[in-house]
């Protein structure tokens, strides 16, 4: 199982942001469980040494995320442009090529709550390419992401856990459509002034907990 195949897993899952906040979900900053008054957040991840992926996250004053811009490492891949109702919700996602070109559009819908409970993928003509269900804790921090195919088929489960001061700390991924079944563990070792982490560990493990593999991810902040 080679590292490039299990960083792949989702569609459009992958944009719902994870909560480690309370239930007062006022913002993508909360949401994220961000401190300070971000302005811009890079983040890159580390495989055998060598930078492979990297994003850029671009805030607004009202601590929302308007676009993220997305690199591997040749250079830039493309960019996401987040759309809002009138509530300030994130709306939908436009996922474009570094031409401007659609590749897939997200819509989310949300039943009286600050987090979306589901997402709708759609191909560049229009067609349905996944949908997305998405569970909660009482306190807000995602529990579970299911998708499933446009004929309903079950694609994937993705179940999380977080550590004593709310961080994710595992994540179990069943990937049916692709026959990849693994886990996801997270370490922290380094915050700034500010709290936010700037280093952690992110190992690979299978389901009987053998060490697959190791990534350092990285993330530098600007703040307003």
């Given at each position: 199982m080679k590292m490039t195949q299990i960083t792949t897993v989702l569609v459009g899952a992958a944009i719902l942001l994870l909560s480690t906040a309370a239930p007062a979900l006022s913002n993508d900053l909360t949401i994220r469980g961000l401190k300070g008054a971000v302005k811009r957040f890079g983040a890159g991840r580390y495989y055998q040494g060598a930078l492979f992926s990297r994003t850029i996250s671009l805030f607004d004053r009202k601590g929302n995320i308007t676009e993220v811009h997305t690199f591997n490492k040749k250079g830039k891949t493309g960019r996401q442009v987040h759309i809002r109702n009138n509530?300030?919700?994130?709306?939908?996602?436009?996922?474009?090529?570094?031409?401007?070109?659609?590749i897939r559009r997200i819509v989310y819908s949300y039943q009286n709550s600050a987090q979306p409970v589901a997402s709708v993928v759609y191909n560049p003509d229009g067609s349905l390419m996944q949908t997305v269900s998405f569970s909660y804790s009482s306190?807000?921090?995602?529990?579970?992401?299911?998708?499933?195919?446009?004929?309903?088929?079950?694609?994937?489960?993705?179940?999380?856990?977080?550590?004593?001061?709310?961080?994710?700390?595992?994540?179990?991924?069943?990937?049916?459509?692709?026959q990849l079944y693994y886990i996801l563990s997270y370490e922290y070792k380094t915050f700034d002034k500010e709290g936010n982490w700037t280093r952690r560990i992110r190992k690979t493990l299978s389901l009987q907990n053998k060490e697959l593999g190791i990534e350092i991810e990285?993330?530098?902040?600007e703040y307003h």
């Open positions: 509530e300030g919700q994130l709306k939908a996602v436009r996922q474009l090529s570094t031409r401007g070109d659609l306190s807000g921090q995602i529990l579970q992401m299911t998708g499933y195919s446009p004929g309903k088929k079950k694609m994937f489960e993705i179940s999380y856990q977080y550590d004593s001061n709310g961080r994710l700390s595992r994540a179990r991924h069943l990937n049916h459509g692709r990285k993330r530098v902040f």
